[in-house]
């Protein structure tokens, strides 16, 4: 079993800042591609930021500058550090990574449960 848990979101003022954690556990070979997607109230999940195992990124535009993904393959852990959050921010955020469970098994995806951003004065 592979299991995903994310961590870190909460209630935050606009301007303020979050630090969102997502930790990978199981039977784990490799992790390759992780990311972090989220979902506001009445619209569809987008994706918000990518990073390769070698550590290449990519961002929505709405969120460059201002967020910064990153991981620690040692502790098969994905992190979204989010700096001056907007009302706009709030969302569900979920992140999921592309996983060998085994050398002989093909990637498979999966995903996190979420977590909750609300930003808001």
């Known amino acids: 079993q592979v299991q995903l848990v994310e961590s870190g979101g909460g209630l935050v003022q606009p301007g303020g800042s979050l630090r969102l954690v997502c930790a990978a556990s199981?039977?784990?070979?490799?992790?390759?591609?992780m990311a972090w997607y989220r979902q506001a109230p009445g619209k569809e999940r987008e994706l918000v930021a990518d990073?390769?195992?070698?550590?290449?990124?990519s961002y929505a535009d709405s969120v460059k500058g201002r967020f910064t993904i990153s991981r620690d393959n040692a502790k098969n852990t994905l992190y979204l550090q989010m700096n001056s959050l907007k009302p706009e921010d709030t969302a569900v955020y979920y992140c999921?990574?592309?996983?060998?469970?085994?050398?002989?098994?093909?990637?498979?995806?999966?995903w996190g449960q979420g977590t909750q951003v609300t930003v808001s004065s």
């Open positions: 199981g039977s784990i070979f490799s992790i390759k591609t």
């Open positions: 999921n990574a592309l996983i060998r469970r085994r050398l002989q098994d093909p990637k498979s995806l999966y």
């Open positions: 990073i390769t195992r070698s550590s290449t990124t």
